[in-house]
């Protein structure tokens, strides 16, 4: 009995848990029936092993929705890899070498080059022709850069407010969202300028700049030092349109 | 119930987007996030016990998985890789906290217990539920990290065995034992949970 004992104690805490494989659990349940000190082990560990079932963290959500924290990681992304360590990093593995390599093709290069370029013909100046085609184009261009640089400047501040701005100093569940209401007033001046340009070339862009726009003018409208409930409110909004996604691909079809 | 076909897909579909990850094409990793974050978001949580330090350690570990991801044996398990990078990093976090701001705030206190879901209608047993989840993070704080590590895969992440050995590299063998243990201990620290 007591080599039973000490050889199917470990088991007791692993059939509690769940986790007994089946072809071990006859054994440990009859000697459950006859080790009154491992029953009331097994039933305490049952007991807890339940709490931890019921647990209500187990069920909990993260508090952003997922566009925001993709949004979140990608920043941190782009900071690690612009962090002095990371940049350390490029010098001594990839940055040397390659530094090294340049110079070496330029010691070598320079003494053929030069001679031709001074003893070359001197390049005849040419007219410089622009067609109608080429500034449509151009413009075009231009357009969509502006939209494209617009998006990602309002992205910003929406996610600014999504995730969880500074706590307002004077105390209490407040938030201080003044520099996102202020970037949204300068964006709602800007967005008159880009309603021509940005739906013609990219009919997407449209639908996405009017949804902006709408939250672009909720946020303006925020006290410097908002509520809780009202940030929730425009997190809900951002959350249920995917608007940060579809800011995302709208940039990037923008971008081309 | 996820099938073994579906299971196996989903693998699979992990395989390639930390495949593109590890190529350095970093539009693999909203899809990589939405399969994995709340997971992990739960072993974090189960592990730290405060919701905002969770999601921190949910942003960092998805950011070390975009460092590291040129590092990935494609042979590996990537939720147990991922799994075992979100581990470490709360275990290196919760070794900060114990040793710059050694504090605890109540966890469902303001805003954050409204995050905190469950299913049992009845009030009272809300209440318990939630009283024993205080005292089982108080009890956790004082397990051995890799105790502490199974106890939480097991019990918020429902793994197996095997695969809380592939997420923590220990050998089976460690992993049961180390089960026990942290049944055993966080029993004499939690007293009787009869209600």
Known sequence: ??????????????????????????????????????????????????????????????????????????????QALASPRAERAWRWGLGLPAAALATLLVA??????????????????????????????????????????????????????????????????????????RRSRELLERRAALTDLAGEHAPSAGRVLNDVEGLLREVAALEDCSRTEELRAIQARLSERRLLMKLELVERELAG | METAIEAVAAVDLDRALLGRLAAGDRSALPGLMERH????????????????????????????????????????????????????????????????????QPLFEGDHASSLGSDDPSPDRRVYAREVSERLGRALQGLPERQRAVFVLR?????????????????????????HRALVQLRRRLGSLRP
């Open chain 1, 1 to 78: 009995m007591i080599f039973e004992h000490l050889r199917l104690r470990r088991r007791v805490g692993l059939l509690a848990a769940g986790a007994l494989e089946p072809r071990e659990e006859p054994a440990v349940r009859a000697h459950l029936e006859r080790c009154p000190r491992c029953r009331s082990e097994f039933d305490e560990l049952r007991l807890l092993v339940e709490a931890a079932a019921a647990d209500p963290l187990r069920a909990a959500e993260p508090e952003l929705p997922l566009p925001v924290l993709v949004e979140l990681v990608e920043r941190r992304v782009e």
């Open chain 1, 108 to 181: 070598l290069a320079v003494p053929r080059v030069v001679p031709r370029l001074v003893e070359g013909p001197r390049p005849t100046p040419v007219a410089l022709k622009v067609g109608a085609d080429s500034v449509a184009r151009l413009e075009r261009t231009l357009a969509r850069e502006q939209t494209a640089r617009y998006l990602g400047e309002a992205r910003q501040v929406l996610v600014g407010v999504a995730a969880a701005p500074p706590l307002c100093r004077r105390g209490g569940q407040e938030w201080d969202v003044a520099e996102e209401a």
């Open chain 2, 37 to 104: 974050y709340r997971r992990l978001y739960r072993v974090l949580l189960g592990y730290l016990r405060q919701p905002d330090d969770a999601l921190d350690a949910v942003q960092e570990t998805f950011v070390k998985v975009v460092e590291h991801a040129a590092r990935w044996n494609p042979q590996a398990e990537p939720a147990s890789w991922l799994t075992r990078i979100a581990v470490n990093h709360a275990i290196d976090r919760l070794r900060r906290r114990k040793r710059w701001a050694p504090r605890e």
């Open chain 2, 155 to 179: 019990h918020y992440d429902e793994l197996s065995l095997e695969e809380i050995a592939s997420a923590l590299q220990m050998s089976l063998g460690t992993v049961k034992s180390s089960l």
